[in-house]
Nanobody, 126 residues
Framework: QVQLVESGGGSVQSGGSLRLACVAS????????MAWFRQAPGKERERVAS???????TYTDSVKGRFTISRITSTNTLYLQMSNLKPEDTAMYYC????????????????????WGQGTQVTVSS
């Protein structure tokens, strides 16, 4: 049984930083595409950053230069380091993973992520 458990969310002021963590069980973080998504109230869920099985990374334009996705295989954890946070970054952040062996991230739709965490809230005040 695959479980993804996020942590690290919170409330910060504009310009602050947070690091989100996603601990995977029943799933190896290098086995497939993994990603961070976010969803703000009234908006669609959007992919923020992703990393494929060989470590290739993509970011949505709005977070480039501010967010960094990484993983530590020994602890089976995916991270999202967020710096210079802005009020528009306020959202529920979710960790997601594709099925093992589904390593590509580019072009992968939201529906093609098989496993999701419960989410962690990030609130940025101005």
């Amino acid at each position: 049984q695959v479980q993804l458990v996020e942590s690290g969310g919170g409330s910060v002021q504009s310009g602050g930083s947070l690091r989100l963590a996603c601990v995977a069980s029943g799933y190896t973080v290098r086995s497939g595409c993994m990603a961070w998504f976010r969803q703000a109230p009234g908006k669609e869920r959007e992919r923020v950053a992703s990393m494929n099985s060989v470590g290739s990374i993509t970011y949505t334009d709005s977070v480039k230069g501010r967010f960094t996705i990484s993983r530590i295989t020994s602890t089976n954890t995916l991270y999202l380091q967020m710096s210079n946070l802005k009020p528009e970054d306020t959202a529920m952040y979710y960790c997601a993973a594709a099925a093992p062996g589904q390593s590509y991230c580019v072009g992968r739709s939201l529906e093609e992520f098989n496993f999701w965490g419960q989410g962690t809230q990030v609130t940025v005040s101005s």
